[in-house]
């Protein structure tokens, strides 16, 4: 293990690996704070140009996108209202509140910290547990897979927001979608209209740029929103830092422990995981009527837990292979072509990879940090671009990021039909996350269910048996009632600003 | 002052004008010269049928790179996934064969049209060259009580459509390897597709599968590092990257049909540009670079010219043609 450490850690001093690791960071904040841009965008975009790079260089600017643009979407939610990507979501509560009062500066340095706490505590979680973790994972069959599937699901049907049924529509669509294509166990073309570009399936990220890119600009046009800023920048001096230090660090280390657990969780990613995070800190918080108005807690727990994800998320995708949330989804396809299979065998294989990760990570989130407290104000201004040019950059990188990915025309044609069901679905107000994770996590855990009963030779009791995939199913039904009782509770206490 | 900058501006563009019409003049007749006298003049696209990172994508990769040296040209991959590589298959016959455009073709050219996923095949091609040979190869867990490839088929007889062999793919060439396997040695097993022969061998690691069929070079690193132990590889002679594995001839058996790589260009290659292509390939095949990844891929460095590569590939369809409906039709009977 500690050769390995060591390979590690010399192959991290090159010049090269730190100037592309600072180049990914720099891409991945201007993604971040660029509303309508997302890190899994950025990712996505960029793994062609790594092609060209060695791994490890390929690797250090992909995670510096990564870990640069989820505190970067920060910064247009604390000082615009307007979320960078899906993860700062529930920054924008107490972040524009804060900026508001004119504590913008304060703000911002909460979310830096916060986003740092949350990172270098998910690697830690990344690097400690997750040799555990992968010794497990090869006991997991499909059965445990379907089981970990449903518990993804779950998570996501229970937080829609106040929107829940509607939710739970959009999830049902998305699982719909996935039933496109040829048959996982029998490869029997199902709903593709005999066009062989179809029967692999309704491609998702096509679909995520559609919804997220093009559906967001389209709605901006008919909404005639501006994105404004000029909001009046008070320093944050000494005091005020210094009095705000101990609730920042409680939040940040509950929003990250609750961040780690929910990025972990296949498919649920940042946003859930800063909602979850948002509210559970609001509950142990001596002043609740703070939170949404301004609350130092609320905004570190949020930006802990939405960077947390990031170590949970990875811990997910190179131990079990599978994607913790969607950028890291990306990142498993750009790992592929470096010739590198995330799974239990990485851990055996490309030990000192591993190693590689964790450092990179944890370099990332350190310059990620330096350039959040020198740079946050000129990036910040990058996001008031008038709001025409910004939707023309989003609609072209929609088109080429789409057709990038396969080369596809068809692909692009699928991200226009997504962008105006994205559109449709905006103003019918239904909330499109759990659209994209039914299309995720529909295959997997159909062609799961069907192998795990392929191997118990049809019987259904053996699969309920497995102790696992009952802890599974039961968290699953926690999952799915908990978070729907508890935004009851507290949509009284929540701003405008949550649905979505 | 301002007239002068006006002459400037305009003789300026004249100058760029008359450049640029000259440049366009040379290299129209530039362009037509070489192009009836020398071929290749321009980059030359080569279309892989599957996402980049695998073994089709590799090969491809080093060939270009080698293609690159031998026709002094950029010879760029550029991936079209999908449909067991149909999409690519589509797109690339309906192309010019003009030579700027190639394509990787594997042993599916010879199967989506039996498979019915669709209507393309090796008559829609100009057929290139065979450059290398992918064996199946059964292996079990290193902790399974199989020694000897006849001690499975022993046990699977007594306990027919009981054992479980996992496989990359319904209608995969492992899968039907896997189902040849039981045709011949009239035993019956269950089989369990997975997401690509990694996700097979993980399970067959986890030991939710009894067995499974892959490629030899997918299964040679898990058999050294000692998780896992090939029984038999099905194939007349045995595979390079597992000398001590038995060939299923050896064992008195004779089925297995291997994945292989090759190249093929939309039909209709003017003859010249046939023979130059064929010529490069031919040179890149014998390159370090292409024998090494062969090597380390566990893979059989085999080159076969259009002529033989042809008579091949039409032996390969016919052999699709009658096997996959009938061992798909006797898998449904089974169950």
Redesign the interface.
């Given at each position: 293990m500690s050769s390995e450490l060591t390979a590690a850690l010399t192959q991290l001093l090159e010049a090269r690996i730190v100037g592309f690791l600072t180049a990914g960071v720099g891409l991945g904040m201007l993604f971040g704070a660029l509303p309508g841009l997302t890190a899994t965008m950025g990712i996505a975009l960029l793994v062609p140009l790594t092609f060209w790079l060695p791994t490890d260089q390929g690797l250090a600017m992909l995670l510096g996108i990564y870990c640069g643009a989820i505190p970067a979407g920060g910064i247009p939610a604390i000082l615009l209202n307007v979320p960078g990507t899906p993860a700062s979501i529930a920054a924008t509560w107490d972040g524009y509140a804060l900026s508001q009062k004119g504590r913008a500066d304060l703000a911002l340095k909460i979310n830096v910290f916060a986003s740092l706490f949350g990172q270098l505590l998910g690697v830690l979680f990344l690097a400690l547990a997750a040799f555990p973790i992968a010794s497990l994972a090869l006991r997991m069959g499909p059965a445990e897979y379907f089981g970990l599937g449903v518990f993804g699901l779950s998570l996501m049907a229970g937080v829609s927001g106040k929107r829940v049924w509607e939710g739970v529509l959009a999830g049902t669509l998305g699982l719909a979608l996935a039933t496109v294509g040829l048959d996982p166990l029998t490869a029997y073309p199902r709903f593709t209209f005999g066009l062989p570009e179809l029967l692999d399936g309704v491609a998702f990220i096509p679909v995520m740029i559609g919804l997220f890119g093009l559906g967001e600009v389209l709605a901006a046009i008919s909404a005639g929103v501006t994105p404004f800023g000029a909001t009046t920048h008070r320093s944050a001096d000494a005091p005020a830092l210094q009095r705000c230090v101990g609730p920042v660090l409680g939040s940040s280390l509950l929003g990250s422990l609750i961040g780690v657990f929910v990025g972990a969780v296949p498919a649920a990613g940042g946003d859930i995981a800063a909602i979850i995070a948002w509210d559970q800190s609001r509950r142990l918080s001596p002043n609740r009527e703070e939170f949404g108005q301004g609350s130092t807690r609320g905004l570190a727990a949020a930006c802990a837990a939405a960077n947390a994800v990031i170590g949970g998320a990875m811990t997910t995708m190179m131990t079990l292979g599978i994607p913790g949330d969607a950028p890291s989804a990306v990142l498993i396809g750009a790992l592929l072509i470096h010739g590198v299979q995330p799974g239990p065998l990485m851990f055996r294989d490309h030990r000192t990879l591993v190693w590689t990760i964790v450092l990179l990570l944890a370099l990332a989130a350190l310059v990620t940090a330096s350039v959040g407290l020198l740079g946050s104000a000129p990036l910040a201004r990058l996001a008031r671009v008038p709001a025409p040019y910004l939707w023309m950059a989003v609609v072209l990188l929609s088109i080429t990021g789409a057709y990038a990915l396969n080369n596809s025309l068809t692909d692009v044609w699928l991200m226009f039909i997504a962008g105006l069901a994205g559109f449709v679905l905006r103003k019918l107000e239904v909330p499109l996350g759990p659209l994209v994770l039914g299309l995720i996590l529909g295959p997997m855990i159909e062609s799961n269910l069907r192998r795990a009963l392929v191997l118990s030779r049809g019987d259904w009791s053996t699969i309920f048996a497995r102790p696992l995939v009952l802890v599974f199913l039961v968290a699953a039904a926690a999952a799915l009632f908990g978070p729907v009782a508890a935004l009851r509770r507290t949509q009284h206490n929540r701003p405008a600003a949550l649905s979505r | 002052m301002t007239l002068l900058r006006q002459c400037d501006a305009d003789a300026l563009s004249r100058v760029v004008l008359i450049l640029w019409l000259a440049g366009q003049i040379v290299l129209s007749f530039g362009c037509h010269s070489t192009q009836s006298r020398s071929y290749p003049s321009k980059p030359i696209r080569l279309i892989v049928q599957t996402?980049?990172?695998?073994l089709s994508d590799?090969v491809s990769r080093v060939m270009a790179s080698q293609l690159e040296l031998q026709l002094g040209v950029p010879v760029v991959c550029?991936?079209?996934?999908?449909?067991?590589g149909?999409?690519a298959f589509?797109y690339v016959v309906r192309q010019r064969p003009d030579g700027y455009l190639l394509g990787h073709g594997p042993v599916e050219i010879a199967m989506v049209q039996a498979?019915g996923?669709?209507q393309v095949g090796p008559k829609d091609m100009d057929l290139l060259c065979l450059v290398s040979m992918s064996d199946p190869v059964l292996a079990v867990h290193s902790a399974s009580s199989w020694k000897t490839f006849n001690a499975l088929v022993e046990s699977a007889r007594t306990r027919p459509g009981y054992y479980?062999i996992g496989n990359s793919?319904?209608?995969s060439i492992w899968h039907i390897n896997a189902l040849l396997l039981e045709e011949a040695t009239r035993t019956q097993f269950?089989?369990?597709?997975?997401?690509g022969s990694?996700?097979a061998i993980?399970?067959l690691?986890?030991r939710?599968?009894d067995a499974v069929v892959a490629g030899a070079g997918e299964v040679a690193?898990y058999v050294q590092?000692g998780s896992l132990r090939a029984l038999a590889v099905f194939s007349a002679q045995r595979s390079p990257v597992l000398p001590d594995v038995p060939a299923v001839r050896e064992l008195g058996w004779d089925f297995g049909t291997p994945a292989w790589s090759g190249f093929y260009a939309p039909k209709g290659l003017p003859d010249p540009v046939r023979s130059r292509l064929v010529g490069a390939f031919k040179k890149a095949f014998e390159s370090e670079a292409f024998q090494r990844l062969c090597r380390e891929r566990g893979m059989r460095a085999v080159f076969l010219g259009p002529d033989e590569f042809r008579v091949f590939v039409d032996g390969q369809t016919q052999f699709f043609e009658s096997a996959i409906p009938r061992l798909i039709t006797r898998a449904w009977a089974v169950q």
């Open positions: - | 996402v980049p990172g695998g590799a550029e991936n079209r996934p999908g449909a067991a149909a999409v589509l498979l996923l669709a479980i793919g319904t209608g269950v089989h369990c597709p997975f997401g990694a996700a993980t399970a690691l986890g939710h599968v690193p590092a």
